[in-house]
């Protein structure tokens, strides 16, 4: 079976956005979690999609023009992350979007989709966000394995990561790496 592997880059305090609605801590979005090898497909949240559409189109598209969210030039591995996600299939969990301009993108109506599409053949799938969708995919028992970037900075009011959750998961640590500035990669089974 396929496993879904959850990856987010959090505060020390667990929040996955500041107070203004973004995670201005982080410098770059690029995949950092070792996935690439191991996936064929990304599930995206549909409060996450759109933004998340408009963001890799630009990197696509930009140049060396600014991003939208960042204001910032897209980094290398930026870049990188984009050409990989514009060949990989997207599942975008969602009750009410209909329409994605990203080829290869395909909705997933519920959580019995989910489980059907980790029983079908292929690699693992990475669970890019948003946080309302990892929480339900967490409660229902379909994350498989968290991967977190922890960044060295306690935001205080934001998105906390696991806002929701209200079932005790227990998880067992398969990695643990420093990284440069301070940052932590975390990798869970979640058992």
């Not at 897209?74 to 870049?79: F, K, Q």
């Not at 059907?116 to 693992?124: E, I, S, T, V």
Request: net charge neutral; glycine share 12%.
């Amino acid at each position: 079976m396929r496993k879904l592997i959850a990856g987010f880059k959090v505060s020390v305090d667990g929040r996955i956005t500041g107070s203004e609605g973004y995670a201005d801590w982080v410098e770059a979005w690029s995949e950092d979690y070792g996935l690439t090898a191991q996936i064929d497909g990304c599930l995206v949240g549909g409060g996450m999609y759109p933004g998340y559409e408009t963001y890799w189109t630009a990197i696509q598209t930009a140049g060396e023009a600014p991003l939208p969210m960042t204001g910032k030039r897209a980094t290398a591995r930026e870049a990188e992350w984009g050409r990989f996600a514009a060949q990989t299939k997207h599942y975008v969990l969602s009750t009410t979007l209909t329409v994605a301009h990203w080829p290869n993108t395909r909705f997933l109506r519920n959580l019995d989709e989910v489980a059907a599409l980790k029983q079908m053949p292929g690699r693992d799938i990475y669970l890019m966000g948003g946080g309302r969708a990892a929480v339900s995919l967490i409660e229902a028992g379909l994350v498989d394995e968290l991967r977190l970037i922890v960044h060295p900075i306690i935001v205080g009011p934001g998105t906390a990561l696991f806002a929701g959750v209200t079932r005790r998961r227990n998880l067992e640590l398969r990695n643990v790496q420093s990284l440069s500035h301070g940052q932590l990669s975390l990798i869970y089974e979640v058992v």
